[in-house]
């Protein structure tokens, strides 16, 4: 099937990344299957507390070099990163595709994605240049901006690739140097990542790549000499990194989960909207956080409901879809529609009857859901499924919509699909979400328009990629210069 990825021969093998070499490992092995067979695709060793201390000394050593490092410097060794991830997209892609259960087409999108903001992160050199201003007679002030010291990136598993690289390139440009917990789920896609890290010259110590769960990331975020910890994952996870890490006065971003509401009105396009909404819910089987998961139609337009199920319909397991990540998902999304029937809703398109892809039996998959005639109050329209599942919701008035979009817990994206530039423009203005679509399913901005959301989807302050990630992963000094006393002095001088 030219979607799905070939399973390796060999089992793979995740390995912790230290000081710049593979580490033998002392930590616990653990197994992991594939999303597309539920067969062992290899296995990862986690790291143990003296890996954490080894990998954490050997950053701080870095980082106090890698500081020094003139920025046009830095610059150069991400261009090579960069070279490297171009010509190895394939491989990357397969082994995304191959760890988390996406289709190839999927994954190279992520992985360019990934590379988009590494580009982002070499143009900073001359974006961000810092500033100067006589502020007074004879007085300068500048800023300039500094590293700061030893980061930690924790990451989840649906972009084994592109989250990662929304921190490491713009954390590492800035002069940290950075320390990757992959995601226990997804450990192989960021092993690929150090070796090319490795390749391009980065010295050693600079980037580090640690596998494990709550124990790592709980050593990596109390070590005294982290200083920044970015985290993306679900929000109870979030909200609990954060407060740890900003207990212990450490900067922290962390991104939480999303229940992105897409409105359509009466006057959508019906093919822009059909399209947007389907590939929305179902694209990476509905394991982004950007996926659509209500749908509020207004008034009328509830009449593109029978052609949105038609077409969702029509999605094809195993080639226009890919799997879940594991049978604890499948069991958990079986469980919540099964909940949305009980509560009332109605099933108009059951995934769970769809048969998996022939070959692939043993694998986690789910078809396209469509649970209509839900109110607000449900569970399907309230909590993050994080699957290929959309609850829609019918209301008369578009403020309606708005309240309804208002009222979630999280604010990660809101999308309108109407054809009225007033009512677009009223929707970008009134919605409480950090990225708003227009017409678009899953409104990802591109860089440098930085990525993150608000509410329960985002813990802490500024974007992760763009000029707010700048912003969080560089601390801005502040220096007051005076050459000689003045003359003409006033109160400031
Ligand atoms: P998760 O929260 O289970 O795991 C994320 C990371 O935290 C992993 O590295 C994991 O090993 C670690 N972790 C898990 N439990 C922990 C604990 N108790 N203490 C400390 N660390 C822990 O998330 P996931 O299932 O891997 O990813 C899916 C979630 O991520 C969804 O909720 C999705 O919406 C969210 N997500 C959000 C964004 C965003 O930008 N807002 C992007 C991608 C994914």
Redesign the pocket.
Known sequence: MKTLVELPAARLEARNFIGGAWSPGSGATHERVSPYTGKVLGDLTYATQSDVEIAIQAAHASALSWRRVPIKERTAILLQVRNLLCRDLELLAHSTARECGKTVAEARAEVLKGIEVLEFATSVQNADLGGSLEVSRGVTCEYRREALGVTVG??????PAM?PMWMIPIALVMGNSFVL?????VPFTPCILADVCAEAGLPAGVFSVLQ???EV??ALISHPLVKAVG????????R??YASATGLGKRALC????KNHLIVAPDADPTVTIDGVVSSFTGCAG????AASVMVTVGEAERFIPQIVEAAGRIRLGEDMGAL?DAAALTRLSSAIARAQQEGGTLVLDGRKVPPPAGYEGGFWLAPTIIGDATPAMECAQC?L?GPVLTIVKVRTLDEALALDARSQFG?ATSIFTSSGGVARYVAEQAGSGMIGINIGVPVPREPFS???TKQ??FGHGD?TGAGGIEFWSNRKKITTKWAEQADKNWMS
């Open positions: 924790i990451t989840p598993f649906n972009f989250v917990k992959a995601s226990d789920k494990g769960g709550k990331v709980d985290f993306v994952g679900s929000s109870p996870v979030a609990s990194v991104l939480g989960g999303a394991q982004r956080c950007m990540i993050e994080f990660n990525f993150g959301g989807s985002r992760i």
